[in-house]
């Protein structure tokens, strides 16, 4: 019998696919919860996902409300932990409302509640006895958050606060599980006491009736409408939201940072207002293990399938190239296996500034914030930007089949895309970053060394005078070297942005006019972290045959493909000659082809189980065309062979039987 | 009154809008088309499209069967002229079977069939008594043509060919209006007679019955299920086919080119191959229009969406800036702007290409073929590469609202994107376009002076040596200075590949080893190709008040945002030094700042109507909000304040009713 594609494929490989896929989920436990957990929804038919995108958008609603009540009762009757009933439900792989009640409202209420209010909400909303939601962004203000215009004014003669809509760009806008589902919600309004107004505050309102799920009084709530592609976020449903006059008990305001007495006189509480920014390197840790696992979601479909399609060269009775074998094709490929690898560990190291950050603050310590504020800002745009046009590359690279829902690539880049807007637009935050930069090197000059992941820019006049000391293609397989290029890059383009600021009429007018090189140097500095990160992790022991051989050529070829992808900003410093980046893509063409016999077990290691996946391309087995062409024919549209509509529509065109308009041009 | 943000855009703009609509369409009575059929078309309920993308498949796709019959009725009815009737179905502006019909199966016949075929068959078409499609991919083989695994073997006892689909790879897969419409079909397969393969040749096959819609005997067709995105071509029944040894008359073999006779010898006819490269040259021209007319939908939205919308900056009361004024926002959107300028003009000059190639054709001249098939291959590969990205590139600068489908760009980009795909994958153009600069440049050496697009390159010693003039910002603002600056960057890297490439240990290894340099050089060739068909058409004249003015910084904007975009290729090259690169996007910021109170103005000479963008953001009265929330409230989502599913799904959860599974873990 003939070997499959991807069986030949495994054998080929060169290390133990067991061991890496510990690295990957960072424990044998873990493993071990993935296969537990990702078995128990595969096997349960209610949370069947291949129908999805043949629904209309009514009917895939009312079945994401069924998948996330079916979910609930598995959770409460095998007595889930937390952190599985979680699994669970990132395994059903749909957004739903569910999402926003446990990562947003329940996380908004520890974080910004008092002891009381948290005594009084919690244990509700751990029950769902209510459901919440966050309500921040309006139809007029997403990004800038200080311009929201919801009101919620303070009456003493009531002692409630009084929350409106004053126009109609003021409506809240978009919040997810809002429109159907949630009772009740964290909205931010503005707080106005004794007639004057202390800015955008969280308070818990309850929107909907608990009898009847009517919407209260005064209060208007719907979905906002169909959005971008199959499935993806049109299993959620995102809403609008206007209050007239709704009153509120006055302890309905979180109260954590401040509060307002009974008479009206607004309190701050003296907790640091900073201590809300452990949460905020916690949201972003998440979103980049999110795009790790989506990245490599994509990159495993596109690998196998390269592995298994074949196109062009045949000889003499020979199967044709397997497209895999194409140097276009894993200059596009291998780049993103290697980033799904990078930002795992950038994830890892993610983590563990979480936990830095949370211990210095309960101590008091707030020197970190601005760097890590910056540093996880930018990780988050650089991350979700690389993984959702990675996505859609892999779709690509699939050629024709890429573009059929079964692929499973058209609905991973539907849902995923929108992480490029939500929690900050992706370019916002990267000129957050460029902030914080400048802000750095003007305090060079006042002595302040800058710490951690912007430490080098104190080196900054070693990083702008020695240039790339590379003399042949070996000389790039190594860290200092990387290291070097990386952080005299980054240092160059930020050094030169501050010197054409310093040139301009003044700081804020030359920061705009340079904001898109800006970005650059923004770019820069946070493409050096992953890096760095990358490099430092495999300093540590990693067990298994040949495992840390792989991860050393995934690191090498994520550094030097970008190397080669941000040619213009190493040339452009002078730091890099055009020889000099020969010879790095001259060696990450030898990385290629170290990693192409690894290529199939490396997606292995991700550990996806074809459910999961989605993706008749992607297929553990490489058995796409059956596959495609079973499944084919089990698509609705074929359940009879003549369609629907033919009798109205086809006949008559057939037998010239048109029943003509009376149109008029 | 106050003003609207667009009303005052448009007064401040400089120029005269209805002189550059004309420039725009190509002639007054062009403009007069548009708005004819575009408002018939908007005022038919019957093409109604904001009500598609909650639409599911089955709906979506009978509603398109509607509208094609529709529409035919009133082509008929009316007696429009074929422009008129193919303006119509685009304004329908979604794909459907009758793209199929009049666009691939018409032409083919015309350019495959013999005289008397076409006598036979196309008044058939013409009237359509019969549909056809065009089935070529299979599902093993798209970019391999010559890979098809069809067979139609010749009988002559019968003196018919017995088409047959000799594996499940062979099964025809993808062609658009197979699955659930055609009656008919052109059918690549291979042509065998007298125990010879002859390779693929194209067969006209009837598939389904004229009475009754039922496939006919041996023949199985179906749907391949759903595609990419909202709407998109899910109202398309792109399809699966396959023969069981079916027979078909022997002259249903498309015989311009070769035929067989009665006793299946097989006779070349003398008609030279090449006559069918005009065809492609017609198709790609219209694939180079549609990139202009797509990417120029898109930019209207986003620019539109950002004058109106605000963010950040307010001062004492007034309003918020216009997100179009941060420079981030105009660097990402007015290259884009400027590229459909570029693509129009370029599609216009690929309509006089398509004219000499023909009258070459005619009489016997096949000289140019080589140059002219591989420049439109590689203009198709990058304008349609170019205008899917920046039809998301679109999305993503109207932030949150942009993943709405109210903003028009998810279908937009969902139909848009597979031209990356169909009529050739766009690495693979880029590869042909490769092989054509290697040949000519190693025909360079034997005195062969390349010619038409080509010709630079028999001045490559010239562009090699001379490096850019530029020494202040305005040098750039020079047809010149940009015309050798792009000759040189393509004649540099194209010599560089011929360079490594002779240094490898063979040719094709060589190629292969420096594909992705190879894709690179040919990018390059082809932007070089649009910088100069800007160029060159900007030298005729123009009429219209400062119309050329704004048309030249269009240009200007489009070849200075490539230079700074391909800065690493100029940079590699050793043309530009770093400081000339500053100059080039000091220059471009100023050329931003000229744009900038035109741009609306600039968008507005497209002239797409409301119906035709389909997009709450790009409303031409700017009404965003208003519309967006009325809009809304109408969604089906909203019929009732609570929701379907609540009483199953979310009364149970509130209420801890819910019904336990046995689950095991
Ligand atoms: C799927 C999805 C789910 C969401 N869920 C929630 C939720 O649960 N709760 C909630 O409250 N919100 C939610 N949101 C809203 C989301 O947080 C906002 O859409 C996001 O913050 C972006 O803001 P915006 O839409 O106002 O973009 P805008 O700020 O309007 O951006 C438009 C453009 O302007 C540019 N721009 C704006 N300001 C500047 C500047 N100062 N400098 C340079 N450029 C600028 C941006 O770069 C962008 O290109 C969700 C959004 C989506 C898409
Ligand atoms: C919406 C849509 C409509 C279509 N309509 C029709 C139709 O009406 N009729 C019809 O006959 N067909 C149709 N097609 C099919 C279409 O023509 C093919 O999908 C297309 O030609 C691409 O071929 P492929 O899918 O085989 O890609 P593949 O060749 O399988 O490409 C897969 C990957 O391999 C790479 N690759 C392949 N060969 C090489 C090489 N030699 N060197 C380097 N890289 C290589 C590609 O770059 C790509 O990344 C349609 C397709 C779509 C998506
Ligand atoms: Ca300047």
Redesign the interface.
């Known amino acids: 019998m003939e070997m499959s594609s991807l069986t030949q494929e495994r054998k080929s490989a060169q290390f133990d696919v067991e061991a890496m896929k510990i690295v990957w989920e960072g424990s044998p436990e873990q493993v071990q919860l993935t296969q537990?957990i990702g078995q128990?929804v595969a096997n349960?038919a209610v949370f069947r996902k291949d129908n999805r995108?043949?629904?209309?958008?009514?009917?895939l609603?009312?079945n994401t409300?069924?998948k996330?009540?079916?979910a609930?009762?598995?959770i409460?009757?095998?007595h889930?932990t937390e952190a599985e009933a979680s699994k669970l439900r990132s395994f059903i792989d749909e957004p739903a409302y569910t999402d926003l009640h446990w990562g947003m409202f329940i996380p908004a209420i520890k974080g910004q509640g008092t002891d009381e209010q948290q005594q009084k909400w919690l244990p509700l909303a751990y029950?769902?006895?209510?459901?919440g939601c966050y309500a921040q962004?309006e139809?007029?203000?997403?990004?800038?958050v200080q311009?929201l215009e919801t009101t919620a004014t303070f009456d003493p003669s009531t002692d409630e606060f009084i929350v409106n809509t004053p126009t109609?760009?003021a409506?809240k806008?978009?919040p997810g599980g809002l429109?159907?589902?949630s009772?009740h919600a964290i909205v931010y309004a503005r707080l106005i006491t004794d007639g004057k107004d202390y800015g955008v505050h969280a308070f818990i309102m309850q929107i909907r009736s608990?009898e009847?799920?009517?919407?209260l009084p005064g209060v208007i709530v719907?979905?906002?409408?169909?959005?971008?592609?199959?499935g993806g976020?049109n299993t959620m449903?995102n809403g609008?939201l206007r209050f007239d006059n709704v009153r509120i008990p006055r302890d309905n305001l979180l109260m954590r940072v401040a509060s307002v007495t009974r008479h009206g006189k607004y309190v701050p509480s003296g907790v640091p207002r900073q201590l809300g920014y452990g949460a905020m390197v916690f949201v972003r840790k998440s979103i980049v293990m999110d795009a790790s696992n989506y990245l490599s979601r994509a990159v495993t479909i596109a690998v196998r399938y390269s592995a298994v399609r074949?196109?062009?060269g045949?000889q003499q009775g020979k199967p044709?190239i397997q497209v895999i074998d194409?140097?276009?094709q894993q200059?596009?490929l291998f780049p993103l296996l290697a980033t799904a690898y990078a930002y795992r560990f950038l994830g890892v190291w993610m983590s563990w500034l979480y936990s830095d950050v949370m211990a210095r603050l309960e101590r008091g310590d707030f020197s970190t914030l601005p760097e890590v504020h910056a540093c996880t800002a930018g990780l988050k745009s650089i991350t979700t930007s690389t993984t959702a046009d990675g996505i859609?590359e892999c779709?690509?690279l699939c050629?024709?089949h890429?573009?059929?829902?079964?692929s499973g690539l058209?609905e991973l880049y539907?849902a995923y895309?929108?992480a490029?807007?939500?929690e900050g637009?992706?370019?916002i935050l990267l000129?957050q970053v460029a902030r914080f930069l400048m802000k750095t090197l003007s305090l060079l000059g006042s002595g302040k060394k800058p710490s951690g992941t912007a430490a080098y820019l104190g080196n900054a006049a070693d990083l702008l005078a020695k240039n790339c000391q590379v003399m042949k293609e070996r000389d790039w397989i190594n860290p200092d070297i990387l290291q070097h290029a990386f952080e005299a890059r980054s240092a160059r383009l930020t050094v030169k942005c501050a010197t054409q600021i310093a040139a301009a009429s003044n700081q804020e007018a030359g920061f705009?006019?340079?904001?898109?090189?800006l970005?650059d140097a923004s770019r820069a500095h946070c493409e050096l972290i992953v890096v760095t990160r990358f490099m430092e992790a495999l300093k540590k022991e990693i067990s298994g045959r040949s495992v840390m051989k792989q991860l050393q050529t995934l690191c090498y070829v994520y550094a030097l493909s970008l190397v080669t992808a941000?040619?213009?900003d190493f040339?452009?410093?002078?730091y890099l000659s055009?020889k000099q980046?020969d010879l790095a893509?001259g060696q990450l063409?030898s990385l290629f082809r170290e990693l192409r016999p690894n290529a199939v077990a490396l997606v292995d290691s991700f550990n996806h189980s074809d459910y999961y996946l989605g993706s008749t391309l992607g297929r553990f087995d490489g058995n796409v065309?059956?596959n495609?062409?079973n499944?084919?024919?089990k698509?609705?549209?074929?359940a009879s062979?003549?369609?629907?509509?033919?009798e109205?529509?086809?006949?008559?065109?057939?037998?010239?039987q048109?029943?003509?308009?009376?149109?008029r041009?």
Request: glycine residues 8%; aromatic residues 10%; positive net charge.
């Open positions: 537990r128990l349960d995108v043949s629904q209309g958008r009514l009917e609603f009312k409300l069924r996330a009540a079916h609930w009762s598995i409460q009757s095998l889930l029950r769902q006895t209510i459901i962004t139809l007029g203000h997403g990004s800038n311009g109609l760009t409506t806008w978009w429109g159907k589902v009772t608990l009847d799920h009517h919407p719907a979905d906002i409408g169909v959005k971008f592609g199959n976020y449903d609008l074949r196109q062009f045949t044709e194409y140097m276009t200059s596009r859609e779709r690509k050629g024709g890429g573009y059929l829902c079964a058209p539907a895309v929108p490029c807007t939500y637009d992706n370019v000129l705009s006019e340079f904001s898109s090189e970005v941000r040619a213009g040339l452009v410093t002078g055009s980046l893509k063409r065309y059956e495609l062409y499944d084919a024919l698509d609705p549209m074929n062979p003549v369609t629907e509509g033919y109205e529509y086809i006949r008559p065109v057939l037998k010239q048109l029943k003509l308009p009376n149109s041009l």
